[in-house]
């Protein structure tokens, strides 16, 4: 049953909850609290209860909910289909608001209850997440007979579970937890704000581990809009975190902007921004997003400077104290380093946060900016984040060191690193030291500072923690809640530098592509390179067992589907009517005298050896500008002129004639070329200089002609030309000029072949063209067409048919072939290994594209080495294409109707296309474009041959050494796991103590 009193089944807690979120702020305004409490409890457990129906629909592929046909299909396994139900935008926004609803209902518990104002905050969040998930299409609802359209190529991978739950639980209680801090629930705020924070950093180390693994650039990290948010919310999280001691006065302002962040990393996924995470685009769900953010941003800044002058007035005080030197709050050494780390992280936070909300709105207002992105956020962050990192480590270090062991302990710690960062810097810049060979100095500084400092400052903390835990096994130290907070705070901070160290090392490897090398591996061959040998055994296609439905689930409205139904149309109305000419020219040809002498004289012997005088004649000369038709000079003729020709070829060529306006071919014009090895023209007797922009014309005043062997040819007009495309200079002796590398048209004339006199230029209808093109082998294009099966088809209109009477009738097929694999055998070292690559044509349709390459990754110690494997390409006549679309193309031309399968293949080449698309200065430039694309994938699959297609030839792979990796994984994965420990202390201790404020 997929409705339940006219409301699909997964859609009726939700809207339950909604109506329920309404009816908690009624009764926060009728003033009745306990009441408001409770329908807010059972509004926030609807929701997350909710997910079980919403999972559901997904696993038994119920289309009639959107966001199943939108994102799932029946070839993905279960946990897949389970993955798809956030995949998608509404879907993502409604597994925020269940875990926002649960990290909310965790606040309730550990505080037993929330008071009147933080119950209507929160409130106000919940409804601002459903409604974004609703306006998104989360519970969206259509025809359950439609079929599914299938996950997004990139995301049909075993990391959709681990990183956008870990990310959006992140989120969802890095939300709450500020949110509780502003509110002034300081004790039970920080533990969830801390969990959060834990989550959060899984969801970043397993979104580098997506990318490395995925994108097969060998990086983890682009500064990519998306990623950045991710930062940016981490930042402004550690941020509000450290605002305690002299800052604690500031902690609720950076409390409301680590909220802030939240909603603004929401937006820009949902903004479009992302080249590589283009899942969604601007909507008014994604702009009341950042209407979020813009509101907790007020807020922060308001709170922001209540705490800057709750600061002043307290320094105000301690400096009227009697006693001297004033004590300005207890500034001593640990408090300075404490200040100066968490104003360095503060500013790290706003530096990434401001990048991305100033692009952000300007976007709003109608301005085309951008975050910055890729080299130019390299560029940007790298410069402004990393001398900051850099006074973080010397404070961060410091400051445990000054608490524990005393200023001068700490003050030798400064010295320690001032002299090896010193030494460091002197030996890059010297370059004795060389940690990016292919980076310039300023990065090679960069990264040997960030090792030497994270390497000493890590090494303290890791040192200190070790000590202290010895000293709780021998009984040294007290074996307290509080001991272990004490450890574990310097662990995280240990592993937080080690990540820092192992950017340094890893960075400019990973993202550089220059470090890779790009080598062949011939089927059944061998390489090395990189001290890595590589060997390619043998390869096996496989078409996906499922299918898709693009009728009923693309955008009708899309650049892709308009822009290839026009291609079809174009198809229909151009090439159709060309290959019914061609045949009807073809047929009339063989009783047209005329026509047949001139086949016979254009593949007749055109070598003609030794030298041929034309008779004489009185001539016109002058030399003409090809841009303009303009004289640039009056050529003065002597007497009578004569063209004497050494060693001529003849070639009977064909121009095409034009349509101005649309560029169509309407027929075309028959002429004769002369290709002399010398050529003197007597009767000019003046220096003559031709470049590619100029040619010399020639006007008899009565035809004069020139006799070849069988073939005589009157000429009035003639134009010589230069055939190099480079300038030539005349040879003048006496009253005659001699040219070498030129070219003779006669422009106007008389052919005389047999008993048939044909008059110069002969004009040929456009049958009559194309059937000359295809006869002289100057129109492979035509000539591969009407070998194909694709002639037949066209000349009975089926790409009309195809195409449709309008987007409605579009016959893009409901039950397309998913996709393919490419399966690869190797050996890498010895050790046998699969490539697996992808093409899933929903990719293609959307314009986000299909193809999924693969990676091979194999661990050295600290060091991986980098292994991408390409697919292989295919050539066609407009363009080269990855064999693996060409034959998906092949295995649908099998399944479906000729009319389908033109349709489909029409989408594929507009997906394909989707940057010229985009970019293309007209709509009818695009869709010819299209057209080309779908010629050359119609006639690349029917002839695709698996045994003797290009992955029988060999495999491209490239190699790069990429250090640092593995312990960046390592220490991420460990820096979550320790944060989950330290927010578990505070829940216990928030449940031992109880909370802090007055309800």
Do not use: C
Not at 506 to 511: D, F, L, N, P, R
Not at 529 to 551: A, C, F
Not at 729 to 758: D, K, Y
């Amino acid at each position: 049953m997929s409705s339940l009193v006219g409301l699909h089944y997964a859609t009726v807690l939700p809207l339950a909850a909604y109506l329920l979120l309404a009816v908690v702020i009624l009764l926060l305004a009728m003033g009745r609290d306990g009441a408001a409490r409770k329908t807010f409890t059972a509004s926030l457990l609807m929701i997350v209860l909710g997910w079980i129906p919403y999972i559901a629909a997904f696993l038994l592929l119920d289309y009639s909910l959107d966001e199943v046909a939108k994102n799932a299909s029946d070839e993905l396994s279960p946990y897949l289909r389970i993955g798809a139900a956030w995949s998608g935008g509404g879907g993502s926004l409604y597994l925020f608001s269940a875990f926002l609803s649960l990290a909310i209902l965790l606040q309730m518990l550990l505080n037993k209850g929330l008071n009147r104002r933080a119950m209507a905050v929160f409130t106000l969040l919940v409804l601002t997440s459903m409604t974004s998930a609703t306006l998104m299409g989360a519970f969206g609802t259509g025809p359950g007979e439609r079929g599914g359209l299938g996950i997004n190529p990139v995301l049909k991978n075993y990391w959709v579970v681990p990183h956008p739950t870990t990310t959006f639980l992140g989120y969802s209680f890095i939300l709450v937890g500020s949110v509780a801090l502003v509110l002034g629930y300081y004790r039970t705020g920080l533990p969830i704000q801390l969990l959060g924070l834990a989550f959060l950093t899984f969801g970043l180390v397993f979104g580098g581990m997506w990318s490395y693994e995925t994108f097969g650039w060998g990086g983890y990290w682009a500064w990519d809009p998306v990623e950045t948010s991710q930062l940016a919310v981490w930042l402004a999280t550690v941020a509000s975190i450290h605002m305690i001691g002299p800052l604690r006065s500031l902690n609720r302002g950076f409390a409301a902007y680590a909220a802030s962040s939240v909603f603004l990393a929401l937006y820009v996924t949902r903004s479009g921004v992302s080249p590589l995470h283009s899942f969604a685009a601007e909507s008014f769900s994604a702009v009341l997003l950042l209407s979020a953010s813009l509101v907790m941003l007020a807020l922060s800044m308001l709170l922001f400077s209540e705490g800057v002058g709750e600061t002043l007035e307290k320094w105000k005080s301690r400096l009227q104290d009697a006693r001297w030197p004033p004590r300005i709050a207890e500034m001593n050494l640990s408090n300075i380093l404490l200040t100066v780390g968490s104003v360095s992280i503060a500013l790290s936070a706003l530096i990434v946060y401001s990048s991305l909300l100033t692009p952000s709105v300007l976007k709003l207002v109608g301005l085309d900016t951008q975050p910055p992105s890729f080299e130019q956020g390299v560029r940007f962050y790298n410069r402004l984040l990393i001398p900051l990192a850099l006074v973080s480590l010397y404070a961060v270090a410091g400051y445990y060191v000054s608490v524990r062991a005393g200023a001068k302990a700490a003050y030798s710690l400064f010295a320690t690193l001032t002299v090896v960062l010193a030494i460091m810097g002197l030996a890059t810049v010297k370059n004795t030291i060389i940690i990016s060979p292919l980076s310039d100095t300023t990065t090679n500084l960069a990264s040997a500072t960030l090792l030497a400092a994270g390497s000493i400052s890590g090494s303290v903390l890791l040192a200190m923690s070790l000590w202290m835990l010895y000293g709780m096994v021998k009984g040294k130290v007290a074996k307290s809640v509080h001991t272990l907070r004490i450890v574990l705070e310097k662990l995280v901070h240990a592993t937080m530098i080690m990540i820092l160290v192992s950017v340094a090392m890893s960075g400019s490897y990973a993202y550089n592509q220059g470090y890779s090398e790009e080598v062949l591996v011939p089927l059944g061959g061998e390489v090395s390179v990189m001290g890595v040998t590589i060997s390619y055994e043998g390869y096996d296609y496989e078409l996906h067992q499922g299918t898709v439905d693009l009728k009923n689930n693309l955008d009708p409205s899309s650049a892709i589907l308009i822009t290839a139904r026009e291609a079809l149309n174009m198809m229909d109305e151009d090439l159709s009517s060309t290959i019914r000419e061609y045949r009807l020219a073809s047929a009339e040809s063989q009783s047209d005298r005329t026509l047949q002498t001139l086949l016979k004289a254009s593949a007749s012997n055109s070598e003609y050896r030794g030298v041929f005088t034309s008779t004489r004649g009185v001539a016109d000369a002058a030399v003409v500008d090809v841009r303009t038709g303009e004289n640039i000079s009056n050529i003065q003729t002597a007497g009578e002129t004569v063209l004497q020709l050494e060693d001529p070829t003849l070639e009977v060529t064909i121009d095409p004639k034009l349509d101005p306006e649309t560029g169509r071919i309407e027929g075309g014009a028959l002429s004769v070329v002369f290709y002399p090895e010398r050529l003197v023209v007597y009767g000019i007797g003046s220096p003559v200089s031709l470049d590619p922009y100029s040619y010399l014309y020639v006007r008899f005043r009565e035809p004069v002609e020139i006799n070849l062997d069988d073939i005589t040819v009157n000429m009035e007009e003639v134009v010589v030309y230069s055939t190099g495309g480079s300038s030539i200079e005349g040879v003048v002796s006496g009253q005659s000029v001699l040219f070498e590398g030129v070219a003779i048209r006669v422009v106007s004339g008389e052919l005389s072949f047999g008993s048939m006199n044909i008059e110069l230029p002969y004009q040929l209808d456009r049958g009559e063209f194309f059937y000359f093109m295809v006869y002289k082998g100057q129109a492979e294009v035509l000539d591969d067409i009407l070998s194909s099966s694709i002639s037949d088809l066209l000349e009975s209109g089926i790409a009309g048919l195809a195409a449709g009477e309008d987007m409605d009738d579009f016959n893009v097929p409901r039950r397309a072939p998913a996709g393919v694999s490419l399966r690869l055998f190797m050996e890498v070292n010895g050790e046998p290994v699969e490539a697996d690559l992808r093409f899933e044509a929903n990719g293609e349709a959307i314009g986000i594209h299909g193809l999924v390459i693969d990676t091979i990754i194999l661990r050295r110690g600290l060091t991986n080495v980098y292994i991408t494997v390409q697919a292989p390409l295919v050539s066609g006549h407009f363009g080269e294409y990855h064999e693996l679309m060409v034959y998906y193309l092949n295995e649908a031309m099998n399944t479906l109707r000729p009319e389908e399968y033109l349709a489909l293949a029409s989408v594929m080449a507009a997906g394909y296309n989707i940057a010229s698309i985009v970019s293309s200065p007209s709509k009818e430039r695009a869709a010819l474009e299209v057209e080309r694309a779908t010629i050359d994938l119609y006639l690349l699959s029917e002839k695709l041959d698996e045994k003797r297609s290009s992955a029988a030839e060999g495999i491209v792979v490239s190699v790069k050494i990429v250090p640092g990796v593995p312990l960046l994984w390592l220490t991420g994965v460990l820096a979550g796991v320790l944060l989950l420990a330290m927010a578990s202390i505070h829940f216990y201790l928030g449940f031992r103590q109880g909370r802090l404020i007055d309800t």
